[in-house]
């Protein structure tokens, strides 16, 4: 399979903690995408990184990617309560960027 | 903003049935995907189309069709339902190439 693999499975931690989830996956990639899913919803884009880029932030969001390892991260500064939900990683192959590939997922609880 | 809408939030269908569930996006994006999307597996594409009449199998297309006649809409197919075909099912749409995709919120089908 070439889809991404998320570690851990699940993360629960306390309001105002940093959150980090882990990305690998096996292909090379023209870029890397995170995704979030609140339950029993579809999912919504959050960031995107290049193949050629290593770091990138958006709000809280910090993710980086290490093409050499075929790995990423994204960590959630500061969480909130209302980050509870499940994040993905999906991955654009070089040779048909039309497909993605989606790993299984971190689930995370932020407890107020 | 881009709205995925998809015909059904639950359906309940029997085995043998033919079903159908419809995907309508309203951004003129060029390309549309199917997922089933099930505890533990993550998503799984189906089947994506890049353009209108043009449709390339995922992972796991066995057990399913689309069409694809006009741009802003894209069908999944059950030619004959069976119930290891009972998940959520997620629609989702790009602009092109690797792109965000954008998701509806996903049809709960039972088969029973």
């Known amino acids: 399979s070439q889809q991404g693999e998320e570690d851990p499975q699940a993360l629960s931690i306390q309001e105002g903690e940093n959150a980090t989830m882990n990305c690998s996956y096996k292909?090379?990639?023209?870029?890397l995408q995170w995704y979030r899913q609140n339950s029993g919803r579809g999912l919504v884009h959050l960031i995107l990184?290049?193949?050629?880029?290593r770091e990138k932030h958006s709000g809280r969001l910090r993710v980086t990617l290490d093409t050499s390892k075929k790995s990423s991260s994204l960590l959630i500064t500061a969480s909130r309560a209302a980050d509870t939900a499940s994040y993905f990683c999906?991955?654009?192959?070089?040779?048909?960027?039309?497909?993605?590939?989606f790993g299984s997922g971190t689930k995370l609880n932020v407890k107020p | 903003d881009v709205k995925v809408t998809q015909s059904s939030r639950y359906l309940v269908k029997r085995t043998g049935e033919k079903v159908f569930l419809e995907c309508v996006q309203d951004?003129?994006?060029?390309?549309m995907f199917w997922y089933r999307q099930d505890p533990g597996l993550g998503l799984r594409l189906i089947y994506f189309?890049?353009?209108?009449?043009?449709?390339e199998k995922g992972d796991i297309p066995e057990g399913y069709s689309v069409s694809r006649e006009k741009k802003e809409r894209f069908s999944l197919i059950l030619e004959s339902a069976s119930t290891n075909q009972t998940s959520m099912y997620l629609c989702?749409?790009?602009?092109?190439?690797?792109?965000?995709?954008?998701f509806g919120d996903g049809t709960r089908l039972s088969i029973l």
């Open positions: 989702a749409s790009s602009l092109q190439g690797a792109q965000p995709q954008h």
């Open positions: 292909t090379s990639i023209n870029n």
């Open positions: 990184i290049r193949s050629n880029e």
């Open positions: 999906a991955t654009a192959p070089r040779d048909n960027f039309n497909k993605f590939y």
């Open positions: 951004m003129d994006h060029e390309n």
């Open positions: 189309s890049y353009d209108v009449k043009m449709k």
